[in-house]
């Protein structure tokens, strides 16, 4: 068995930013518009969205989406992303590039050595070809590339089959991408869900360390880990059977199909199983939460963090010990967690233990232990 090490990191957000306050005012320039049509047909009235209220519930300040003209336009309000030849790049892959071009370069690699490319996201743009099968063939690499996903935490995920793939020998630099373009699947009307999202690429390269071996300055991946259990509280319900619910096949009916949480029971249910994992999965690896010197959490809500890290090392974290990036960004999904590892960890010394922790959708958790060396 091989150890393994993450060779290389990159992480890419877009420029374009959206704050608090500029959401909140279209989206409260629609509440206006659609309850004045709402009143002339006798229809329940919806509320607006308050900026105080986002920061209170989920730390999130600003985040940063593919594309704002389109999000901020209250007679749109989502991202105008023109559709593309099937002889372009196509938007996630090139999204995914990105982030994936960062990580090549950390690593001081030929692309074309990777022998294996997984792109693992929350949200896919097609079936097939894979989206990985499209970044193999730009960046030149070879051998097998294939598409996967488990909601935020699909980079952790991805993490896990990665690390076993390398420490069997099947395959010897693996790059793993996480691309997500979440502001294309987010109701921009649901004021429940329209604050908390961003979104973030980033790419990870996965190598095997010869007997004895040490690189310093990077990772060895010591264990990792992953657990899931059924919730219909995170759910997207979008997918090719949805153009047949409606009278006419060749049109989309869009309604119900967008992403759909119950958020305070996501909160309270996900806090305690994503503590409970932690604290396991670091026993079984003869680790007390005590010993991890940082903490790269699923970037979901910083109140959820706060409590998730109150409860597994029984007393508060600061930022140096858990990174939070949210508040800048949002809620970047499955690449949350690794842009809060890419921002944090070149001051970690030799020995350093870290851990990244995702969880969401599914509900599903993934872990990585990470030995700086
Ligand atoms: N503006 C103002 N008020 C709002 C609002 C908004 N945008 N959205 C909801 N509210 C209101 C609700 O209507 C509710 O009002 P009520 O008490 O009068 O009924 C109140 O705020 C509380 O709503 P609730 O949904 O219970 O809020 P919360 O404290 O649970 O925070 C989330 C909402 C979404 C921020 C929080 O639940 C969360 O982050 N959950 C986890 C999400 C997550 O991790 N998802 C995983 C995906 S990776």
């Known amino acids: ?46 509320e607006p969205s308050d900026s105080e209220f986002i920061v209170y519930a989920s ?20 991202p105008r992303i023109p559709a593309r030849g099937d002889d372009e790049v196509s938007v996630m892959a090139e999204f995914g590039l990105k982030a994936a071009r960062k990580a090549i370069a950390d690593a001081g690699i030929d692309a074309a050595s990777i022998d294996c490319v997984i792109c693992s996201a929350s949200h896919l743009q097609r079936p097939y070809p894979a989206l990985a099968i499209e970044m193999q063939k730009e960046l030149g690499a070879t051998g097998l590339a294939f598409d996967m996903g488990l909601g935020c935490s699909s980079a952790a995920a991805g993490i896990h089959l990665a690390e076993s793939l390398v420490k069997s020998g099947a395959h010897r630099r693996i790059l793993l991408v996480t691309p997500e373009i979440i502001s294309g699947h987010l109701n921009f009307r649901d004021r429940q869900t329209h604050f908390i999202f961003g ?39 979008f ?13 989309l009916p869009m309604h119900g199909q967008m992403i759909r949480q119950v958020g305070n029971k996501v909160f309270k249910e996900v806090t305690v199983a994503a503590a409970h994992f932690i604290k396991a999965f670091l026993a079984d690896n003869g680790f007390s939460p005590a010993d991890i010197r940082r903490y790269w959490l699923h970037q979901a809500n910083a109140r959820m963090n706060a409590m998730i890290l109150k409860l597994t090392l029984g007393e508060d974290a600061d930022f140096d010990r858990a990174p939070v990036v949210l508040d800048r960004i949002g809620n970047t999904a499955a690449a949350g967690a690794i842009v809060a590892l890419e921002e944090n960890h070149r001051d970690m010394k030799p020995g350093d233990i870290g851990l990244i922790c995702a969880f969401g959708a599914g509900y599903s958790i993934g872990g990585a232990i990470l030995k700086k060396m």
């Open 1 to 46: 068995m091989n150890r393994v090490f993450i060779s290389g990191i990159g992480a890419e957000i877009p420029p374009d930013s959206i704050s608090n306050a500029e959401l909140v005012e279209s989206f409260n320039i629609w509440v206006d518009e659609e309850n004045r049509r709402r009143r002339g047909i006798g229809q329940a009235l919806v």
């Open 59 to 78: 730390g999130v300040r600003n985040r940063h989406v593919y594309e704002r003209e389109g999000v901020l336009d209250p007679d749109r309000m989502a």
């Open 199 to 237: 979104d973030a690429a980033v790419a990870l390269l996965i190598e095997p360390l010869a007997a004895g071996e040490t690189r310093p300055g990077r990772f060895e991946i010591t264990a990792t880990r992953g657990w899931t259990q059924f919730s219909n509280n995170i759910r997207s319900n």
């Open 239 to 251: 997918g090719f059977l949805s153009r047949l619910s409606g009278d006419d096949p060749l049109t």
